[in-house]
């Protein structure tokens, strides 16, 4: 069975400074992974996504992200955060023979962005 | 193209009460997904379907029935809504390819309360 941990559930940093949060997941077979945010309110929407092309994904919004597979990480970075990146932030791993039987999430990272 | 659509935004229920939750996407997505979302858990599967006629349970299947009679449809049932039901609720789809690399559309969610 596939699981993902994400550590911190909130994550406090200053605005123009580095973000970093962390994924770490379990797989019985290569993974796929997925960074999701949701805005207040609203539903989900994908950051970026590792599906064994390249292990440093860039996505939207200025966010990135390097599978290390030595580490079964996937932390998502950003050089310098904006007030705009506060959101809840998931990690989200699909196994790669399972079909389409849906993601399994991470309990989710607050980002609360400091002035 | 309005992608993933839900109805309604909110709703609060009386124990016992049952009600369905309606969610269409107009990507002509094969595979759809219901979620709950439960606060500091993530995202949870309830049920998925691979088209028109095809369904499976997920996660926490227990007190939901779904259906899906056309490509674009995939309402969620509840027949006895108990407390434990109370949740956002979040209906996704995916790109004909399916699978594990597609990425997950996510509609706006759906508040519920039961009482």
């Known amino acids: 069975a596939q699981s993902v941990t994400q550590l911190g559930s909130h994550v406090s940093v200053s605005e123009g400074a580095l973000v970093l949060l962390r994924c770490n997941y379990s797989?019985?077979?290569?993974?796929?992974l997925f960074w999701y945010v949701q805005y207040p309110n609203q539903g989900l929407q994908l950051l970026l996504k590792?599906?064994?092309?390249?292990?440093l994904v860039k996505g939207i919004n200025g966010f990135e992200a390097e599978f290390k597979k030595s580490e079964t990480s996937f932390h998502l970075t950003k050089p310098s955060a904006h007030m705009s990146d506060a959101a809840e932030y998931f990690c989200?791993?699909?196994?790669?023979?399972?079909?389409?039987?849906?993601?399994?999430f991470g309990k989710g990272t607050h980002l609360i962005i400091q002035p | 193209n309005a992608g993933v659509t839900q109805t309604p935004k909110f709703r609060i229920l009386k124990i016992g009460q049952s009600m369905t939750l309606q969610c269409t996407q107009d990507?002509?997505?094969?595979?759809m997904y219901w979620y709950r979302q439960d606060p500091g858990m993530g995202l949870k599967l309830i049920y998925y379907?691979?088209?028109?006629?095809?369904?499976d349970k997920g996660e926490v299947p227990n007190g939901y029935n779904v259906s899906r009679s056309t490509t674009e449809d995939f309402p969620l049932r509840l027949e006895l809504a108990a407390p434990s039901q109370t949740s956002v609720y979040f209906c996704?789809?995916?790109?004909?390819?399916?699978?594990?690399?597609?990425?997950?559309?996510f509609g706006p969610g759906t508040r519920l309360t039961v009482l």
């Open positions: 590792y599906t064994s092309a390249a292990t």
């Open positions: 379907s691979v088209g028109a006629g095809i369904t």
């Open positions: 989200a791993v699909s196994d790669l023979g399972g079909g389409a039987d849906g993601l399994t």
């Open positions: 990507m002509n997505h094969n595979y």
């Open positions: 797989s019985s077979v290569p993974p796929y």
């Open positions: 996704a789809s995916s790109s004909p390819g399916g699978g594990g690399t597609d990425t997950q559309y």
